[in-house]
Each structure stands twice: as structure tokens, then as C-alpha cells.
């Protein structure tokens, strides 16, 4: 099935909103110092489960982040936090998902120096709720939640909360990132990388962010053409990487022959935006080039 574009019209960004966002360093997260170089290591990777909600919605998540030790192998459940103070780089599963469901991805944000939240959305068979907002409603009340838990317990003082945040997702997860830059826009997000999404509405003004989109050319489920007019839509900084004659998710797989290639572009554009590392910018387009993909962007 071809996922269509819902048009939104003649509503302001707080009424499409629908709810009360707070600001990073706004009184209710400490702040959280200099800002952080990037960190030159890869770590191993800790684990922590969350029962959060916003309202009758149910917002299980497990929040992935570095931890000492070798990095590889499985996270660790309720580890210590590595030293450091870490962004926030959320993922967000896809239909029929759950916050274990993007492996892969998840384990691969958090091991480069960031704190991955990855929840587990209610209805994730509806797509009705993601054309309704309810899921991009969701994934602001998650990074809400996680930015929080930088005032105590095991997170208190690990978490940047000035550097702005960082949201991925993948097909129905893509499409509620889009929405978080257009019908209801988050202006915390810095960093946000849609795969395989369609386009949800227009640019809303008062989000800032780089944009990254992976997407198969030969998607048979969402439209790669309305991805295309998505990107157009948007302001640099933005990339496309295309993944040439692909489906809708093949190339988020180890063992793809593309593979590697979504994963070194998700996690640099990550560190560029939220660490300003501007060795990874400047690694994206050797990231993302090769047979088998297109890489475009306008960065500046």
C-alpha cells in the first residue's frame, strides 16, 4: 500500500502542536555545562526501562546509552552510565514495532556517545494515528521524559540538554519524525533523520534542524517521489541518501551490501549536529557514496 500525503491547512504551529512543549534549559532540565567534544571511542551499551504515558497512551521505552566497558555485545541491563555528558538521539520503531525491533540501529547511536530512547508506540498498527499526530504527540513526550531524567537518579548529569535533540525513525516511525518538523513541530529537535517516510506537511518555521533522509528508490510502501517533494520542501541543512533499486527496508539490515552506509551517515549526522563535529559533516558524503546509493545535500 502507498502511503498518501495528509495535507494540513490553515493551522498555526501551536494548535497543530496540541500540547505544551518545554524549552531545553528551560528550568526544568539542569543545564548541563560546556558544550561536549564528540567522543573519540565507540562504548558498550546500557539499558533501562521506562512505563511512561501521555495520557490513555502507554509509552513503554528503553533508553539505550554508553556505559563502560568493551564495547559489542548486548546491552547491559541497568548499567552504570559512562563518564561523560550525553545528547539525545531518539529512534522510533516502524508498524507492528517495539523498542527492540531496530537493533541495529538503536545499539549503533548509543554505542557512538548518545542517549537512545526507543519507545514502544501503543497502536502500532495504526496509521491513522500517526496522520493524526498522535504519534509525533508521543515522541516529544518521550524526550520530554528523557530529558528529565538528567535532574536524578542514574542519568543526573550525563544528559545534554543544551545541544538540542536528535529523532530517527523508519516507515510509519519515519513519517511521525516528518511530523515533528512540519504539523507538530518540536523546536528542541537540532538532528532528525526520517527513513522511509512520506511527506506530512509543511515546514514549520520555528523548527530548526538538519534534516537526513534515507530512502529505497523502489519502495513498494511509502512513496519515494513524496519523500523526494519532503526534502525539497525543507531548508538546508538537509541530505538524501538513496538507496538505489532498494525496497522499504532492506538497507537498515547488516548483511545488506548497502548497509553500512545508512549506518555510518545516521550516526555522523548525529554527530555533527549534536556534538558540531565538523570532521563527521565533513565524512558524510564518503559515508554515503558508493555503488548502490545516490548521496545529495545542501549543508549550509
Not at 548486548?74 to 531496530?102: I, Q, R, T
Not at 538528567?150 to 545541544?163: M, R, W, Y
Not at 526534502?231 to 525496497?247: Q, V
Amino acid at each position: 500500500m502507498s502511503l498518501k500525503r495528509r495535507t494540513f491547512l490553515g493551522l498555526t504551529a501551536a494548535a497543530t502542536a496540541g500540547l505544551s512543549v518545554p524549552l531545553l534549559d528551560s528550568g526544568l532540565y539542569p543545564a548541563s555545562g560546556a558544550e561536549q567534544a564528540a567522543p573519540a571511542q565507540q562504548f558498550a551499551i546500557g539499558v533501562r526501562q521506562f512505563n511512561w504515558s501521555r495520557g490513555s497512551r502507554s509509552l513503554f521505552t528503553k533508553v539505550f546509552y554508553p556505559t563502560p566497558g568493551a564495547p559489542g555485545g548486548a546491552p547491559v541491563p541497568d548499567a552504570p552510565l559512562a563518564d561523560g555528558v550525553f545528547p539525545v538521539a531518539e529512534w522510533n520503531h516502524g508498524a507492528y514495532g517495539n523498542s527492540d525491533s531496530y537493533a541495529s540501529q538503536t545499539h549503533a547511536i548509543a554505542s557512538a556517545g548518545f542517549i537512545c530512547p526507543a519507545p514502544s508506540i501503543s497502536d502500532n498498527t495504526n496509521i491513522g494515528s500517526v496522520y493524526g499526530g498522535e504519534w509525533s504527540k508521543d515522541v516529544s513526550e518521550v524526550l520530554t521524559r528523557t530529558l528529565a531524567l538528567n535532574q536524578s537518579g542514574p542519568f543526573a548529569g550525563h544528559i545534554d540538554t543544551a545541544a538540542g535533540v536528535g529523532v530517527s525513525g523508519h516507515s510509519m516511525g519515519g513519517m511521525t519524525i516528518h511530523g515533528l518538523l512540519t504539523a507538530w513541530p518540536d523546536e528542541r529537535i537540532v538532528a532528525a533523520v526520517p527513513v522511509a517516510c512520506v511527506d506530512m506537511g509543511t515546514p514549520a518555521a520555528s523548527v530548526h534542524a538538519g534534516t537526513l533522509f534515507i530512502h529505497g528508490d523502489k519502495d513498494p510502501t511509502c512513496d519515494y517521489a513524496l519523500a523526494r517533494r519532503a526534502y525539497a520542501e525543507l531548508p538546508a541543512p538537509k541530505a538524501f541518501l538513496t538507496h538505489l533499486g532498494a525496497d522499504h527496508a532492506s538497507y537498515l539490515n547488516p548483511g545488506f551490501p548497502t548497509f553500512d552506509r545508512t549506518q555510518n551517515t545516521l550516526v555522523d549526522w548525529f554527530r555533527w549536529r549534536l556534538y558540531d563535529d565538523t570532521a563527521a559533516r565533513d565524512r558524510l558524503a564518503a559515508d554515503a557514496t558508493g555503488d548502490g546509493t545516490r548521496w545529495e545535500a545542501a549543508l549550509s
